[in-house]
């Protein structure tokens, strides 16, 4: 992106962010049909919870109250990384029970990110193992590694992430990893319902992560071989972090090229804007979150915010699902 595409981005959020009634405290379109509704998530990211009682652990607090209080019949949350600032233990307990103290959903999904491994105050490999026995102590869960899989509602989420990287910022995903990605992709789609791939760093190529930060997504030997493999299945939806992207308007994806969901070889690749810190894009504050709405023949994807309490319905995303 050259220095006069970035002004025109910021000068276009910037103007979009302005535009009376680009947030309203409404409805979603559907609402009237949310009996239709199979599968309803609430999709968060980038949390980066500090020390207790600071900005983003109080704004994470708030989030889940409004969220349990707005939206009582979710399905389960999904959490694609970046839950703390440092990797600190503490850090991830406070996020865990201001989750479990604020929430009470049927099924928690989370993600690991480059924050909670690669910027910890320990080795990679014994972040991980910080993560995983966490996880399983407060989720319930009886996890090996960071990657896994669970059912809610008889869709399957399949974590992924960095299970073999010695890097700050860049993960390294083993061939047992993406082996196993493939086994369960192949249980998850046989009878035909879509597949939630939960992974905190995009793939290369996606939601504009070449643009927006060159190299600091899934490198590109690891993504080939990813996409080779949810490429082969219908229906796979790949939900990421890590760029703080924001949301993006169609005008400004016919400009940029790229958009936070968008659909390419099939597969379709959600980012998930920012929810404890700033968005790059439209708009900028956080405490934002994604409704997920799985119905028969589509998936709907509809951003609100969570400290104004108000949808952004210009930014709705609607992706059909492959039935044939």
Not at 66 to 88: C, H, I, Q, R, Y
Not at 181 to 208: M, Q, R, S, Y
Not at 260 to 266: A, D, L, Q, R, S
Request: hydrophobic letters at 40%.
């Amino acid at each position: 992106m050259t220095t006069f595409d970035r002004i025109l981005a910021i000068l276009l959020s910037l103007y979009m962010t302005l535009v009376p009634f680009s947030s309203v405290p409404a409805e979603p379109t559907d609402a009237k049909n949310e009996s239709a509704i199979m599968l309803d998530v609430a999709l968060l990211s980038d949390i980066h919870v500090k020390d207790e009682g600071s900005k983003q652990h109080q704004n994470l607090k708030n989030g889940l109250k409004n969220l349990s209080t707005n939206f009582p019949k979710l399905d389960a949350m999904a959490v694609s990384g970046d839950l703390t600032n440092g990797g600190e233990e503490v850090s991830l307990k406070l996020f865990y029970e201001a989750l479990l103290a604020n929430t009470s959903l049927g099924k928690y999904i989370v993600a690991p990110g480059n924050h909670d491994i690669g910027h910890s105050p320990l080795s990679n490999s014994e972040a991980r193992k910080v993560n995983i026995e966490l996880m399983n102590r407060y989720l319930g869960y009886e996890n090996e590694e960071i990657y896994y899989s669970q059912d809610v509602n008889g869709y399957t989420f399949i974590v992924i992430g960095d299970d073999i990287g010695n890097k700050s910022n860049t993960p390294v995903m083993s061939d047992k990893q993406i082996a196993f990605l493939d086994e369960e992709l192949a249980k998850a789609t046989a009878e035909g319902k879509p597949a939630f791939v939960i992974c905190h760093w995009p793939l290369a190529h996606t939601n504009g992560i070449d643009i927006l930060w060159p190299g600091g997504g899934v490198n590109n030997d690891n993504s080939e071989k990813l996409k080779t493999v949810m490429e082969k299945y219908k229906n796979v939806f790949v939900i990421s972090g890590h760029t703080h992207v924001g949301l993006s308007s169609d005008l400004f994806s016919k400009i940029f090229g790229y958009s936070f969901v968008e659909t390419k070889n099939g597969v379709t690749y959600v980012s998930v804007p920012c929810f404890g810190k700033f968005n790059r894009h439209i708009p900028f504050s956080p405490s934002i979150f994604l409704r997920m709405e799985v119905y028969a023949n589509k998936v709907v994807f509809r951003p609100y915010n969570l400290r104004s309490l108000k949808w952004y319905p210009k930014y709705d995303k609607t992706v059909t699902l492959n039935n044939i």
